[in-house]
């Protein structure tokens, strides 16, 4: 059963990241600063990835913290601003995590999932950060995919998997 249930997150982790990758791929480039609710279109993208990059450490002291975050600032997942958040840096971190959550959610047990989630201000299980953490991606890329619809760009439903033929 353990094995069943981590097949089902992972592949949810790479549907929804496949979604999101579908958003950063067909932003035109001119819209990738353009707001998108209270934030810039590129940064939405780059802020949904910070945290799936997060919970997706053991806990918060576990977290690494990636060449363009700034760790000088009281908001470490600001990027350094001699980063600008390209559509290729944010492109190359969807990789990134796509790449730990298959290697998170591969290390899962029973035990693992039912442990508590390692975040104070996230008092669930594992188990349940995962899924936690699939719904903030599909939060953001539903606000990354409406804007690009008003714009006359549709992106792809992905319902399993990674879908290579999306990006």
């Avoid at 592949?11 to 819209?31: T, V, W």
């Avoid at 029973?110 to 599909?138: A, C």
Wanted: include cysteine.
């Amino acid at each position: 059963m353990i094995e069943y249930l981590k097949k089902i997150i992972s592949d949810q982790f790479e549907a929804s990241l496949c979604m999101l990758g579908d958003c950063i791929h067909y932003c035109p480039q001119n819209h990738w600063h353009e707001k998108n609710v209270n934030m810039e279109f590129g940064y939405v993208a780059y802020h949904t990835l910070c945290f799936v990059d997060l919970y997706l450490s053991p806990d918060e002291a576990s977290f690494q913290l990636r060449d363009f975050h700034n760790e000088q600032d009281e908001d470490p997942f600001k990027p350094k601003l001699d980063y600008p958040l390209t559509q290729e840096i944010v492109s190359n971190y969807l990789k990134t995590c796509r790449k730990k959550a298959l290697d998170t959610v591969a290390e899962e047990t029973e035990i693992s999932l039912k442990k508590e989630s390692g975040f104070d201000w996230l008092p669930i299980t594992r188990g349940e950060l995962h899924i936690y953490n699939i719904r903030h991606i599909q939060h953001h890329t539903g606000q990354l995919s409406a804007y690009l619809r008003r714009i006359d760009i549709n992106t792809k439903w992905v319902s399993t998997g990674w879908n290579s033929s999306v990006i």
